[in-house]
């Protein structure tokens, strides 16, 4: 007589691929926490920058105004020149969780955007209390790898009172050349910069930025949520003219809140 001999059932299952989804219609490009972290970079500008499709703050080729910024679900315009890039505002890259970039196929919600969308995540406080301090600074390499950068981060969140939970971020930092791309090797060779390139002593900057989000769970569907955020910067503007004279070159002061 036949005796029946039971298999475990098989199962057959195809890696997913985003790029050959019929249903993916957006072309979008995620930076995690962990990613705003690990690389060399200190602000979310330098971090989408190094994303594909972007120049500096232009996306996809776009003018200035043509992507739209939003924080979590909100979108951030300035209304003097319709760009989201030039609000003077910093977000600290600590307080984030996620930003993605998406360059193509935006959502119906998002009808504003046309050259790209920077959506940005903040964190939530967790259950008990973490926090994280780091210094960065290229002070020990010397000569023209040293842009006098130091810059200091600080996090702190977690529960205060029962469900009403808190996560803060601060972000200090200061660079001796601000803006490497405007002191380009001088072609006089009487200028001692001519053989050793290295920052210029009168192109500074100075930016710290912080914030602070408060979290209160109503019910299990609603929350309340309230983020407050400010931003300083300042640095001097190089120029030939005043290259001796810092005491009357240009600079600029931005200050922003949210």
Same mark, same amino acid.
């Given at each position: 007589?036949a ?8 199962v ?6 985003a ?6 219609t ?23 920058? =190094? &994303?594909?499709? @972007?120049?500096? *703050?232009?996306?996809?080729?776009? !003018?200035? #105004? /043509?992507?739209?910024?939003? $924080? ?12 989201s ?8 890259p600590?307080? =984030? &969780?996620?930003? @993605?970039?998406? *360059?193509?196929?935006?959502?119906? !919600?998002? #009808? /504003?955007?046309?050259?790209? $969308? ?36 600080? !996090?702190? #969140? ?47 900057g ?53």
């Open positions: 007589s005796n029946p001999l039971e298999l475990e059932p098989l057959v299952t195809a890696p997913y691929d790029v050959l989804d019929p249903r993916a957006s072309t979008e490009q995620k930076i995690s926490a962990e990613d705003l972290r690990d690389l060399p970079i200190s602000t979310l500008e330098e971090a989408l920058a =190094l &994303s594909a499709g @972007s120049v500096g *703050t232009s996306y996809r080729g776009g !003018r200035i #105004g /043509q992507e739209s910024f939003i $924080l979590d679900g909100l979108g951030v315009k300035n209304q003097l020149d319709a760009a890039g030039s609000l003077g505002l910093q977000i600290p600590d307080l =984030l &969780s996620e930003a @993605s970039l998406v *360059t193509n196929g935006f959502s119906a !919600r998002f #009808g /504003q955007a046309l050259s790209g $969308l920077v959506n940005v995540v903040t964190r939530e406080p967790g259950e008990s209390w973490e926090g994280r301090v780091a210094y960065e600074g290229d002070r020990p390499f010397g000569g023209g790898l040293d842009r006098g950068l130091d810059r200091l981060a600080l !996090r702190a #969140g977690g529960p205060l009172s029962g469900r009403l939970g808190l996560v803060a971020a601060f972000d200090v930092s200061g660079r001796m050349d601000a803006d490497p791309v405007s002191a380009p090797a001088p072609g006089d060779p009487r200028d001692p910069r001519s053989a050793v390139p290295y920052p210029l002593p009168h192109n500074s100075e930016q710290w930025t912080g914030a602070a989000k408060v979290v209160v769970p109503i019910t299990e569907r609603a929350t309340f949520r309230a983020l407050g955020l400010h931003t300083e910067d300042q640095r001097l503007l190089y120029d030939p003219a005043y290259k001796y004279d810092p005491e009357f070159g240009p600079a600029q002061r931005l200050r922003g809140d949210l």
